[in-house]
């Protein structure tokens, strides 16, 4: 069985992303956390997942969707981050399956 990174099962959401920040800009969550939507996409290209998966804006996001409406690219950023949650579950419990603790 192949098995693909976390980076390598996100790279094809967040490999058209401009970072002009419409999605943050658009986002109603966007301004309660240290993290905005455009930020956590940043930490995901420069391939820094876990803490990407960390983000406190991770646990902010409604995922209403409207980051997705007014992406020029036409990207599933509301899609990318509910995958980056189902990611840190997977690292969180593959970790904890290695005698190891990812730190939050």
């Known amino acids: 069985m192949n098995k693909t990174s976390p980076l390598d099962r996100l790279r094809p959401r967040i490999s058209g992303c401009l970072q002009c920040g419409r999605c943050s800009a658009g986002c109603p969550r966007a301004f309660v956390s240290p993290h905005t939507p455009r930020?956590?996409?940043?930490?995901?290209?420069?391939?820094?997942?876990?803490?990407?998966?960390?983000?406190?804006?991770?646990?902010?996001?409604r995922l209403c969707g409207t980051c997705a409406?007014?992406?020029?690219?036409?990207?599933?950023?509301?899609?990318?981050m509910l995958r980056l949650v189902w990611e840190r579950f997977f690292l969180y419990n593959t970790s904890q399956s290695h005698g190891h603790e990812l730190a939050s």
Request: net charge neutral; hydrophobic share 45%.
């Open 39 to 61: 930020q956590v996409i940043r930490l995901l290209q420069w391939g820094l997942v876990e803490e990407a998966a960390r983000s406190p804006f991770l646990q902010q996001c």
């Open 69 to 80: 409406v007014r992406c020029p690219q036409g990207l599933d950023v509301a899609g990318t």
